[in-house]
């Protein structure tokens, strides 16, 4: 009778997700909701608006779903000795020793202090470095003038045409004044675009080989990475953003950013990947950095990432981006606050701001996934992802179907 009950509420999960696309708000979507070893997969809709039918194994630019991926990178170096959470990142990363900071961010660029101290690795993986994106409107303070001029990316969405290589990336970045002093406040994004340049020199190797040797080939993710190679194209979903009351396509599967290896390895968001795939690396953190019986990252790293670091004036000042209740972690969102939408304190996850987002009670051992292929329309993931999470936490147990 239990799992009657669970069946009927799975099929009121599938039709909830149904009439959201029947709704026009995006062509199709993937959604799993996964528990131990059970999962259910919802497949619904076409990879484009005249495009084939959806699959589950289909591709999907998860844009800041990768940051908690790169985050999991720095702290497979930290577990090998090869960073430390509290070390300066000048050692390895010249470009931003004694580093000057804006006076106020209206003020003019030339108005600076210096840095009460370093940037650490910690700062970077807590956005608490003093860079991030300002998201008021261009022209609203001086410094986005300057960061325009630049033509780097960061401080805005994922962009894998650009020319710039990381270094060159890096030295561009470095003639910036920091927004805020070092762990002062929580400023989204830049830091995990950093993280790939320090690991990548702490390691010797490219970052994406390094995700591919450590963590993708470890856990099978065999179809995430930086870009989608040609033999898989026809899985990458055509990529949409709503313009005047309909969507437009921005990303084409063949012709797009993610057909081709990209200049810069963006660890904010510039990862395409599927949901086993990504449920794979998920189920590895829930299971305290352990897969198939090999300790994959340590306990303790696994513990940090998933601790919220944010005192409560950061939580309240980064509620533009963070949902209600919600702290930072290390490349994720941490649940400090039980909110209205129904999370428990220490629910993980975080959005993808090209359409995906993901959560995990690490209580109930609840994961949900949902790929979708519409860009968000503000930082706050549209009504589609809160149903489908609530929907979830009523399934109670099922099993893979």
């Known amino acids: ?105 209206d003020g003019p660029v030339d108005d600076t202090v210096a840095a009460k101290r370093s940037i650490t690795v910690e700062d970077l993986l807590t956005f608490r470095l003093g ?61 995990s675009l950093i ?23 470890p856990l099978g993710m065999k179809d995430t990475g930086f870009y989608v190679p040609e033999d898989k194209l026809d899985r990458l979903v055509t990529a949409y953003r709503q313009k005047e009351g309909t969507l437009e396509e921005w990303d084409a599967p063949r012709t797009g950013g993610w057909s081709r290896p990209p200049a810069f390895e963006q660890g904010d968001g510039g990862l395409v990947s599927t949901v086993d795939d990504y449920l794979a690396f998920v189920r590895m953190l829930l299971n305290g950095g352990a897969n198939n019986g090999r300790q994959l990252l340590s306990r303790d790293a696994v513990k940090m990432m998933t601790t919220d670091h944010l005192t409560p004036s950061q939580r309240k000042e980064g509620e533009s981006v963070l949902q209600e209740g919600q702290g930072w972690g290390y490349g994720l969102s941490v649940t400090a606050k039980e909110t209205s939408s129904g999370a428990r304190v220490g629910t993980i996850g975080w959005s993808g701001g090209f359409g995906s987002r993901w959560q995990s009670d690490p209580v109930s051992k609840l994961t949900t996934v949902l790929l979708t292929q519409r860009m968000f329309d503000t930082p706050k993931p549209a009504p589609i992802f809160e149903r489908f999470e609530q929907d979830a936490r009523k399934v109670g147990d099922f099993i893979d179907r």
């Open 1 to 105: 009778m239990a799992e009657q009950s669970s069946h009927l509420r799975l099929s009121s999960v599938d039709a909830n997700l149904q009439k959201a696309l029947n709704a026009g708000h995006a062509p199709g979507l993937v959604g799993l909701l996964a528990r131990g070893d059970d999962a259910h997969v919802a497949v619904l809709g076409r990879m484009a608006l005249d495009g084939p039918p959806m699959r589950r194994d289909s591709i999907f630019r998860i844009a800041s779903m990768s940051k908690v991926i790169t985050a999991a990178a720095t702290m497979l170096l930290v577990d090998d000795g090869k960073l430390k959470l509290n070390e300066p990142v000048d050692r390895l990363l010249p470009e931003l020793a004694n580093r000057q900071v804006l006076r106020n961010l």
């Open 131 to 191: 860079w991030g994106i300002i998201f008021q409107l261009p022209g609203t303070y001086p410094i986005q003038e300057k960061i325009s001029a630049l033509g780097i990316a960061g401080f805005g969405p994922p962009d894998p045409t650009l020319s710039l290589n990381a270094d060159q990336w890096l030295q561009r970045i470095s003639t910036l004044p920091l927004f805020a002093q070092p762990g002062e406040k929580w400023i989204y994004n830049i830091g």
């Open 195 to 217: 993280l790939g340049v320090l690991i990548a020199r702490a390691s010797g190797q490219q970052f994406g080989e390094f995700l591919s040797e450590r963590i993708f080939s």
